[in-house]
């Protein structure tokens, strides 16, 4: 019996086989197993996880159980796994033992189960008497080590542990010993630290106007009276060394301090304006664009979009200078012989260019608000002489005033005339004609009247939805004879269809899909097999029920021309 560490997961693998032959065979029926507790009835079911066919091995089964005290496991216990559901080739195999475990305390490492330490020698334990214990314990000897304490101690008399002076670690080593009393030296040697009452050094490497610093006996201090021969005043030195102090020590480090903030708070600023910029392979892409752009030939002069505004707003507006098909000419008025003649700056040599009806815009050269408006009478090219057929009397145009020139209504480029789309529609008369008979053909308002309502009363008599693209309807009556449709109804009631299963398949016995609840129920009926079955050879073949089962569906008949196969689909009549 497998011994399972409590809390841990079991993993256990069974066979199952089909009874007629042996062969390893598929546990199918939903399949469960339960866990049981010794003598105890109930089922343990949580945590526990089959897999039928695993590895998609037929018959090869897989449970895993995880022994957890949440699941219902307890140290000690034995356990026995159970199919509680599932059947083998349709036959239950309910109740079959497929495992048997016991359960153990767990364990810390694999192989070495925990241990709750009662007493020792006797002696009950607490939860301290051991392990905190033991650790305080390694603590303090891990910190006596051979660094630490000498491995033989050098006692003196008394038993106090004895210092040998000659034996000093890092004897050089500088000690502060401000807070020890030595009490005698005995024999001090050169020691060029300590000779500041050596007053014979001092007067014999004293400079000769030493005498000068005035150097008090009582004190030992220097009255600085000038330095580098400039006298010196009380505030000379105080103050001033006072004020770098200030500086040094709460100015500077505030204007510091100040300054880093402003440092601070630009970096940051300008870390998120970079983050923002496009990459190196972006600004190359984009110069590469605008570079296209400009052109080879780019002048800031002319191509600029300050150059290309400054050539004035009519060019800007109309698409770089492009004038409307309509406008003739644009110019200005040359000489003026009175309000109706004048010629023009700029204009066609040809006579008639600007043929009668065309309008005549003129704008005040000094009010460009003030227009007048006329038509053409006349042109002649030679002398671009323009004659309006009257006056427009709005203001008295002079030379300099601009003219432009707009075909009249009706001339090539502009809409049509009236006269235009007449013409138009006589040479059309044809096809109006041919329109005019159709339509003459068509039914009255009464006739359309009538159609609807046949139509409306034959959407009545139509099914309002189709099943597969026809109409779903139930037959009532055969001939007008309602006996035999339901005659027919019962007949065709008991027609059985079924199909061929994997099992006993031969000329004369057949194992089937058909659900049969006595045995020999169907003898003596006949099968036929469908005309686009599987097996060519039984395609309409038919024969006799001899004698049936319940288990499998299985059919006995009269002998086929060849055996069935899985699949194949019949009736029974």
Known sequence: ????????????????????????????????????????????????????????????????????????????????????????????????????????????????????????????????????????????????????????????????????????????????????????????????????????????????????????????????????????????????????????????PATLSTIAGYIDTEVVSIKSVTDNLPDSGALTTLITHLTDIKGATFSGATDSLEAIRNRGDAAWTTGAGGT???????????????????????????????????????????????????SVSSYTGGTKTVVLSADPGVFTMAVGDTVEIIAALGSAGSGPTAVQIRQEIDTNSTQLAAIKAVTDNMPDSGAFTTIISNITDIQSRIPAALVGGRIDANASAINNNNTAILNLEKSAGTIIRGAAQTGTLSTTEMTTDITISVADQLKGRVIIFDSDTSTAALRNQATDITACVVSGGKLTFTALTTAPSNGDTFVVV
Not at 215 to 230: E, M, N, P
Not at 330 to 347: E, R
């Open 324 to 374: 409307p098909p309509q406008l003739l000419q644009s110019t200005t008025i040359a000489t003026l012989a009175s309000q109706t003649n004048f010629t023009l700056t700029a204009g066609s040599a040809d006579d008639g260019a600007y043929p009668a009806g065309s309008i005549v815009v003129v704008t005040d050269q000094t009010t460009s608000t003030q227009k007048a408006v006329g």
């Open 1 to 252: 019996m497998r011994r399972v560490p409590f809390g841990s997961s079991h993993y256990f693998k069974f066979t199952t086989r089909n009874f007629s032959t042996g062969a390893p065979y598929t546990l199918a029926g939903t399949p469960v197993i339960s866990v049981y507790e010794e003598n105890n009835l109930t089922q343990i079911t949580a945590g526990v996880t089959l897999t039928a066919d695993y590895d998609s091995v037929t018959g090869l089964n897989s449970v895993a159980v995880v022994a957890s005290g949440a699941n219902g496991y307890e140290v000690g216990k034995t356990y026995a796994a159970v199919i509680t559901t599932g059947t083998v080739n349709s036959v239950s195999v309910v109740g079959e033992v497929v495992d048997q475990f016991e359960v153990v305390p767990a364990e810390n490492t694999a192989g070495y189960p925990l241990m709750d330490v009662y007493s020792v020698g006797g002696t009950t334990q607490t939860a301290n008497d051991n392990g905190a214990d033991i650790n305080a314990i390694l603590v303090d000897t891990n910190s006596l080590n051979d660094t630490k304490i000498p491995q033989t101690l050098n006692l003196t008399a008394s038993g106090n542990i004895g210092i040998d002076w000659a034996n000093v670690e890092n004897p050089t080593t500088a000690v502060d010993l401000s807070a020890t009393d030595i009490q005698l030296c005995d024999t001090v040697t050169t020691n060029t630290d300590m000779r500041g009452t050596d007053s014979a050094l001092l007067a014999a490497s004293a400079p000769t106007n030493f005498g000068d610093l005035s150097i008090t006996a009582t004190t030992g201090r220097v009255d600085v009276a000038s330095v580098a021969g400039t006298a010196q005043t009380a505030n000379d030195n105080g103050a001033d060394i006072n004020a770098i102090l200030t500086d040094t020590g709460t100015s500077i």
